[in-house]
């Protein structure tokens, strides 16, 4: 069973930055393509970000573009999200996923999940 520990999230103001970093006890953790997806009470999670097992392929959700970065250290078997620039509808419970494959931006693409860290970002 895989294991995912989303950390860094918390309470900041509009404009502020935040970074999240999410641990993987998977093995094969370097050829896992691994994402970070949101979601707010009464809607579907959504995705935000996904990178590829070498970091060679990235893709952004158009409403975090240009203000998110996903990366990953495969030494440490890590992924993070750098916020900047947050905004109050950036509010919502982030979620670490582990792909079953390739990168994707759908939640069925994804197999293991973390258990969500919590950003508030006040106005």
């Known amino acids: 069973q895989v294991q995912l520990v989303e950390s860094g999230g918390g309470l900041v103001q509009a404009g502020g930055s935040l970074r999240l970093s999410c641990v993987s006890s998977e093995r094969t953790f370097s050829s896992q393509a691994m994402a970070w997806f949101r979601q707010v009470p009464g809607k579907e999670r959504e995705f935000v970000a996904t990178?590829?097992?070498?970091?060679?392929?990235?893709y952004y959700a158009d409403s975090v573009k240009g203000r998110f970065t996903i990366s990953r250290d495969n030494a440490k078997n890590t992924v993070y999200l750098q916020m900047n620039s947050l905004q109050p509808e950036d509010t919502a419970v982030y979620y670490c996923a582990d792909s079953l494959g390739l990168v994707g931006i759908a939640t069925i693409e994804y197999d293991y999940w973390g258990q969500g860290t919590q950003v508030t970002v006040s106005s």
């Open positions: 990178i590829s097992w070498s970091g060679g392929s990235i």
